[in-house]
């Protein structure tokens, strides 16, 4: 199972923090992906944190986002900075690889002014 929180209504330039909780100690044997989900647009991944903490971004996101994990928590982080309008959607978390996990309730991200 997967819960993610930290969402919710930003200003252009602002600033949250999301959270990603696993039920399952397997998560820390897995490379971990965000993803995000606007109306009307297809899922896509916007950064990934492997299992030695190696990670990766989207180009649309690269230098204002970083993700992070807490294996110890099962957790995985993803700050985003600098946010603008086109950051607005629903964000996943879920493994890198197939079968994927049951995707979680997500949370939801709005940026506006």
């Known amino acids: 199972q997967l819960v993610e929180s930290g969402g919710g209504l930003a200003q252009p330039g602002g600033s949250l923090r999301l959270s990603c909780v696993a039920s399952?100690?397997?998560?820390?044997?897995?490379?971990i992906g965000w993803y995000r989900q606007a109306p009307g647009k297809q899922r896509e991944l916007v950064a990934s944190?492997?299992?030695?903490?190696?990670?990766n971004y989207a180009d649309s996101v690269k230098g204002r986002f970083t993700v992070s994990r807490d294996d110890a928590k099962l957790s995985t982080y993803l700050q985003m900075d600098r946010l603008t309008p086109a950051d607005t959607a629903v964000y996943y978390c879920?493994?890198?690889?197939?079968?994927?996990?049951?995707w979680g309730q997500g949370t939801q991200v709005t940026v506006s002014s």
């Open positions: 944190v492997d299992e030695v903490k190696r990670t």
């Open positions: 399952n100690s397997i998560f820390k044997r897995n490379t």
């Open positions: 879920n493994r890198m690889r197939d079968p994927l996990w049951p």
